[in-house]
């Protein structure tokens, strides 16, 4: 339907299979390899954000765009005022796994598109609740699956989310790194040319 190239910034597997199933023209991988540090002092809902724009300037120095569009975001999940980002080991995705048991969580991300002379900013946020999580049931996932590339440590579409989250409130697509229906409503303003910002 829609042939614009995107550039998608990101290592992540998910996010590319989500955007492959909205998106039909070329997709590009390349990931930015910035660190990625955020002030002390900025709100946690806005990190996200702030990250998918990190991302985006570092790979625009380094890109021609011409009339490719340019994608990046960042998940984080917010427990109890704590960050959780990607774990570093294995044992940093087991004691995430144990805080998020038996609670609910907030999952936002930040996205970036960056077409032409614009920048388009998508936020958005799921609310999930988790049942409580045997030890045995985290040391399973922490062996069968890779909590280590994804934020709070686990995929909601893997043996964790399956059989540990009661319910959710908000964006499915959101919790897996794209919120699909958002981002969709933005390419096609692009792809339409009634782009207005």
């Not at 229906?181 to 339409?192: A, D, G, P, T, Y």
Request: aromatic share 10%.
């Amino acid at each position: 339907m829609f042939d614009t190239k995107i550039i998608l910034g990101s290592g992540s597997p998910r996010r590319k299979e989500l955007l492959s199933s909205i998106w039909s023209g070329e997709i590009e991988i390349i990931k930015s390899d910035i660190e990625e540090i955020y002030p002390a002092d900025l709100a946690l809902e806005k990190i996200p954000l702030y990250l998918a724009k990190l991302k985006a300037n570092d790979l625009k120095s380094r890109l021609q765009l011409k009339d490719d569009i340019l994608l990046t975001a960042d998940t984080i999940v917010i427990c109890e005022a704590n960050v959780l980002c990607k774990p570093k080991d294995v044992n940093e995705a087991k004691i995430m796994l144990e805080l998020l048991s038996n609670k609910a969580h907030t999952v936002i991300t930040g996205v970036a598109i960056y077409w032409q002379d614009k920048c388009i900013e998508i936020e958005d946020k799921t609310d999930v609740y988790f049942n409580s999580l045997s030890p045995q049931d985290i040391l399973y996932y922490i062996e069968k699956y890779s909590p280590l590339d994804k934020a709070g440590s686990y995929g909601i579409q893997e043996f964790i989310g399956m059989i540990g989250i009661e319910k959710i409130q908000g964006c499915y697509y959101n919790v897996m790194g794209l919120p699909t229906s958002k981002v969709w409503n933005e390419l096609f303003r692009i792809q339409k040319n009634t782009i207005l910002y």
